[in-house]
């Protein structure tokens, strides 16, 4: 759909000026007045509040209702251009999306923020405090879950067809606190005011659970399956509207909420027994309650597997209801419909449309086979072997006994097949099997997803190539033509436009906006670099968003920061393969050289850290508590703190990763090679300038290619190099008897040095990486070292800083997800994208 900012053709309205119009009649102009009016309508009609007497939340969920009504006619508009080009439609399946703020994301995608500031100016408020009122839907744990909704945002820009299914989770990701260094959860309750964003649709679906399996002849005299669930619950569609950016196109995102399909048995309630007659109801809301954070073990392991199943069967009930609705045969649900797979999440939802097509549609196994295996598309996010979904065989059967029937019966076919092509192999057929006997026997989720797709990728060059080496090799073999490559990427709408507007005007000035739909276009930018006064105005916008940071920080924790001095950054998920405690190491290393006058001239760094522990992983929290505890050395030392400050921030999201990109000079990506499948902060990081210190891994390799290696700093094992030295035995000690730096800071830590005398506290953690460092921290300590300085003494010289930081911006357009979401289309999707 064409750009156009104004108001859609309506039976009242066609389009034309409408003259005499009383002002406020019309709820989506586009005016500053038009705005205003229908806020103040919102405000008393929909809030119920006189606007004296508005509170800023009040004014919040007003504005987020006038700026709805704007999305909602371009969200009719766009269905119905679906419904007469009889479009293909991509369903989008993820366990998690982590949206971020609505409110300045869809301004800025209709194009209407000036227009709001003076309209809430007008009315005597203030945009940004309304804007900062609104509640984040954490609904997700990191990079898999912002990844889908950057994906959202291209996929609206392009004008490409989605439905992007999910959980509508009642608890978001835990909000983070500080308590004397540790992380302490509570619970997220980001839908106790109510969401405007959302919209109920007046519909449910049932889904089965548990129950028995029955063979039955039907009246053609054939041989049928059937499920009989023992329990059923229902599924609540929530819509969010998605509108691309300056285009008309507005997609759905649909999340599922869980209800008992008979809230309350009244029959039980009479009897006496109250407590049971609200039991089923609890029960059955209890699986769209929480998210899962990604490391919890035994405990929830059945919910989790219920979750995955209730929102995937939800989402492809609801693609067939829709698909039998245009009167389509469901032979051709695979021409309509392209379903993709965020992980294994969803990959249940291989043997629900089976069951759906030949259970409840009387379709024969080929034909349903055929239907499956050319829908669905799959995505892997992570090598690490614990995060490979597998589920033991009991708790699966319990739960869905006709799915376990129906994988077992794919499991036979497809291993009869390869049997054929791989004759007398019993070996590689126990690897490839669907079914797990190593130990307990298991559901392989991975395995079920690569079986049941046309296609699998992975998301990052090196990820993808290790994929068809390692993991998924024997599958890579046999099918390789299934197996492609799409590198992340990510909205540059949300993470530089409205995180950096002073950047983004810098950029607008000299170059233009075309770059704003096509991210390849800050090449032009390039020539700047050598632009003595440009890069002098560059430096400023930073320091400007670095001086936004530190007051940020001051007001939060009351510490001051130097907005003059080198910000180096890292924020993501605690994890021991992204090695925050590298970098902990080296702060102390660091701390260690100034105490002992080792170190005198080094330029002045703020180290900042910010990133959720998993509430069960005791390492991870450990090492939230060392930073936090290198932090109270170093900020309170004067000998040190004017050379080096050291912050964590707590509460990592979305809004608060839109402060510290734009602040960044340093980006580290510091995962042991071979471990982080792409990475996404990234490439937020370089397109806001920051210069990224760095391991071959994930994205990094990808981004060193574009930027160009002068412009990247480089450490660290390689992924084969890691490999080698594992086979000839990796020994951490030898690494830490050979480096006086790493001798000091592990001693200090181990003596209590640095936690008041306390010498059990870090225990755990220098144990662990003497004894076994599965992550090789300190085999890669000593090049750490040297790359940091190296960094260090390029950004005390602005004249190489500058043109560092800019080239970055410049080289950046590759990782916009827009180019992503092209791929995808063009290669998996087979969907058409829109004209830019
Ligand atoms: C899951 C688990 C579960 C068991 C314990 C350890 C652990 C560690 C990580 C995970 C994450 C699984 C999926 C995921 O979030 N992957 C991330 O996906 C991003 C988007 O593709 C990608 O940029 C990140 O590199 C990748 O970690």
């Given at each position: 759909m064409p750009e156009q900012k104004h108001r859609a053709p309506t039976a009242q309205n066609d389009g034309q000026p409408r003259g005499d119009a009383p002002a406020g009649d019309d709820r989506t102009g586009t005016t500053a007045e038009e705005i205003a009016a229908s806020f103040h309508g919102h405000l008393t009609r929909t809030v119920g509040r006189p606007l004296e007497r508005s509170s800023v939340i009040d004014q919040y969920h007003a504005l987020s209702f006038t700026v709805r009504d704007s999305l909602m006619d371009q969200w009719l508009e766009t269905i119905e251009t679906y419904r007469q080009e009889d479009v293909r439609v991509l369903g989008y399946l993820s366990a998690e999306y982590l949206l971020g703020p609505h409110l300045p994301n869809d301004l800025l995608n209709l194009d209407l923020t000036p227009e709001t500031e003076q309209a809430m100016k007008s009315v005597g408020f203030d945009l940004e405090s309304i804007a900062a009122e609104e509640p984040e839907p954490g609904l997700g744990n990191g990079g898999l879950g912002r990844l889908a909704a950057c994906f959202l945002d291209s996929l609206s820009t392009l004008d490409v067809p989605v439905i992007g299914y999910g959980l509508r989770y009642e608890f978001g990701i835990f909000r983070q606190e500080i308590v004397d260094g540790w992380q302490v959860e509570t619970s997220d309750k980001w839908l106790q005011f109510g969401n405007p964003w959302e919209i109920q649709a007046s519909m449910s679906l049932v889904v089965g659970l548990f129950g028995h399996t029955e063979t039955y002849t039907d009246d053609q005299g054939a041989v049928r399956h059937r499920w009989v669930p023992g329990y059923k619950v229902k599924g609540i569609p929530f819509d969010t509207p998605i509108p691309g950016y300056k285009t008309r196109t507005v997609n759905r995102l649909r999340l599922w909420k869980s209800e008992a399909v008979d809230s309350f048995d009244l029959g039980v309630f009479n009897s006496g027994d109250y407590a049971g007659a609200v039991r089923s109801k609890m029960e059955s809301e209890t699986i769209s309650k929480v998210l899962y954070p990604p490391d919890e073990k035994v405990e929830g392991k059945r919910l989790r597997l219920t979750q995955q199943f209730f929102f995937t069967s939800c989402s492809l009930q609801d693609m067939v209801r829709i698909h039998l609705s245009l009167g389509k045969p469901l032979e051709e649900f695979d021409r309509k419909w392209t379903v993709q797979l965020n992980d294994t999440h969803p990959s249940i939802g291989i043997a629900e449309l089976m069951r759906l097509l030949m259970d409840e549609h009387e379709m024969g196994w080929d034909d349903a086979w055929r239907v499956t295996q050319t829908s669905f598309g799959y995505t892997n996010h992570t090598l690490l072997p614990e995060a490979l979904e597998r589920w033991p065989l009991d708790l699966f059967g319990n739960l869905l006994p006709r799915h376990l029937e129906i994988i077992f019966e794919i499991n036979q076919r497809f291993l009869d097949d390869m049997r054929r092509r791989y004759p007398n192999d019993d070996a590689r057929m126990r690897r490839m099997s669907i079914i797990g006997e190593d130990g307990e026997r298991t559901v392989q989720m991975a395995h079920l997803a690569v079986v049941g797709s046309k296609a699998v990728n992975g998301v990052a060059e090196l990820h993808t190539q290790l994929l068809e080496e390692t993991t998924l090799s024997d599958y890579y073999e046999a099918f390789p033509e299934r197996f492609s490559n799409k590198t992340n990427g990510v909205t540059p709408r949300r993470w530089l436009m409205l995180s950096n507007p002073e950047l983004t005007g810098l950029i607008n000035e000299a170059i233009g906006t075309d770059w704003h739909k096509d991210l390849y276009g800050l090449k032009l930018l390039e020539p700047y670099a050598r632009d003595t006064e440009f890069l002098n105005r560059w430096r400023k916008t930073q320091e400007g968003s670095k001086g936004r940071l530190a007051a940020y920080i001051k007001e939060m924790m009351s510490i001051d920061v130097d907005p003059t001095s080198m910000f180096d950054v890292q924020v993501k998920r605690l994890h021991e393969y992204k090695r925050q405690h590298l970098n902990a190491l080296h702060i102390l290393s660091l701390y260690c050289q100034i105490k002992s006058g080792a170190v005198k001239d080094l330029t002045p760094r703020t180290f900042l850290f910010g990133g959720k522990a998993a509430p069960s992983y005791t390492m991870a929290k450990l090492i939230i508590k060392l930073i936090c505890q290198i932090g109270a050395l170093v900020n309170s030392d004067p000998q040190v703190n004017h050379l080096l400050k050291v912050i964590f921030l707590p509460n990592y999201s979305v809004s608060l990763g839109q402060r510290i990109y734009p602040a960044a000079d340093l980006s580290e990506q510091i995962s042991t090679a071979g471990f982080e499948a792409s990475g996404t902060g990234c490439m937020?990081?370089?397109?806001?300038?920051?210069?990224?210190?760095?391991?071959?891994?994930?994205?990094?390799?990808?981004?060193?290619?574009?930027?160009?290696?002068?412009?990247?700093?480089?450490?660290?094992?390689?992924?084969?190099?890691?490999?080698?030295?594992?086979?000839?035995?990796?020994?951490?000690?030898?690494?830490?008897?050979?480096?006086?730096?790493?001798?000091?800071?592990?001693?200090?830590?181990?003596?209590?040095?640095?936690?008041?005398?306390?010498?059990?506290?870090?225990?755990?953690?220098?144990?662990?990486?003497?004894?076994?460092?599965?992550?090789?921290?300190?085999?890669?300590?000593?090049?750490?070292?040297?790359?940091?300085?190296?960094?260090?003494?390029?950004?005390?010289?602005?004249?190489?800083?500058?043109?560092?930081?800019?080239?970055?911006?410049?080289?950046s357009g590759k990782f916009s997800s827009d180019r992503t979401i092209r791929q995808y289309c063009e290669d998996i999707w087979e969907l058409p994208v829109g004209k830019r």
């Open positions: 937020k990081f370089m397109m806001n300038g920051a210069v990224t210190l760095g391991t071959l891994d994930g994205a990094n390799i990808e981004i060193r290619k574009e930027v160009g290696e002068e412009n990247f700093f480089l450490f660290g094992l390689t992924a084969p190099e890691i490999s080698d030295l594992r086979h000839a035995g990796y020994n951490p000690r030898g690494y830490y008897e050979k480096s006086p730096l790493l001798r000091e800071a592990l001693d200090g830590l181990r003596d209590g040095r640095f936690s008041n005398g306390d010498r059990g506290l870090f225990a755990p953690l220098v144990n662990d990486l003497l004894n076994s460092d599965r992550y090789l921290v300190l085999a890669d300590f000593d090049a750490y070292v040297a790359a940091q300085l190296e960094a260090g003494k390029a950004y005390s010289d602005p004249s190489r800083w500058g043109p560092m930081s800019l080239l970055n911006t410049a080289r």
